[in-house]
């Protein structure tokens, strides 16, 4: 199958054509939000090559995690598209509910925790993981907006891989204290352990220990 070709990103490209780029970016990504799991190795090639030359035409590939999704959020934000995947995944929580979840998690306190096992789950996380939730903000828009977009894409396997290497993982302490991934963790809690278990999420999202000082 032939790449599609794009036009390089520089100032001269008009708005218009970088709301194009923008929409087939966000169906693309949707599409492997809602199939990845059941596109067979070809197809999945094909879509991710899409995917890149797409990214390399709006000047965002090779970033990664926070760096990418910031880039992308200030792009729609300079063109004045609202930022928001099509697809939803399956039996995932409205926007109301997910809003009224997350401040539930933000005001919760700490209560006793049990230790740490060496390789913790993603569902883990989101059972006795804490930091300070007040401090985790959103990027070019509200918080409940920015990591309610966060969220389905980390729910699929393909678009979580994509937008976070693998070096960058979710860390906790040997207290349970969130050291890296402070937005994600905040959406796995938000999901609850029932979400991630039947999506299958602690396949894919990695989450380490880092010993105390």
């Known amino acids: 199958m032939e790449?599609?070709?794009?036009e390089s990103h520089d100032s001269s490209r008009s708005v218009?054509?970088?709301?194009e780029y923008l929409a087939e970016l966000d169906e693309l990504l949707a599409e492997l939000i809602e199939k990845g799991?059941?596109?067979?190795p070809q197809t999945k090639g094909n879509l991710r090559a899409r995917i890149d030359n797409l990214l390399q035409a709006l000047g965002l590939y090779g970033k990664k995690g926070e760096e990418y999704l910031e880039a992308l959020h200030d792009l729609h934000?300079?063109?004045n598209v609202e930022?928001?995947?099509?697809?939803?995944?399956?039996?995932?929580?409205?926007?109301?509910?997910?809003?009224?979840k997350m401040t539930e998690v933000i005001n919760a306190e700490v209560g006793d925790l049990p230790g740490v096992p060496p390789f913790p789950k993603a569902r883990d996380v989101a059972e006795y993981a804490h930091c300070e939730w007040r401090g985790v903000g959103g990027r070019y828009t509200n918080?409940?907006?920015?990591?309610?977009?966060?969220?389905?894409?980390?729910?699929?396997?393909?678009?979580?891989?994509?937008?976070?290497?693998?070096?960058d993982r979710v860390l906790v302490n040997e207290s349970w204290h969130v050291e890296n991934g402070r937005h994600r963790s905040l959406v796995l809690?938000?999901?609850?352990?029932?979400?991630?278990?039947?999506?299958?999420?602690?396949?894919?999202?990695i989450v380490g220990v880092e010993p105390s000082i």
């Open 189 to 205: 809690k938000t999901l609850g352990t029932n979400y991630i278990n039947r999506r299958g999420m602690n396949s894919w999202i």
């Open 83 to 100: 930022y928001e995947y099509e697809a939803t995944p399956p039996n995932y929580p409205t926007k109301e509910e997910f809003g009224m």
């Open 143 to 167: 918080t409940v907006d920015y990591l309610y977009e966060m969220g389905k894409l980390m729910t699929s396997r393909g678009a979580y891989d994509m937008v976070f290497p693998e070096n």
């Open 77 to 79: 934000r300079q063109v």
């Open 37 to 40: 799991g059941d596109l067979n």
């Open 3 to 6: 790449s599609m070709r794009y």
């Open 16 to 19: 218009e054509r970088t709301r």
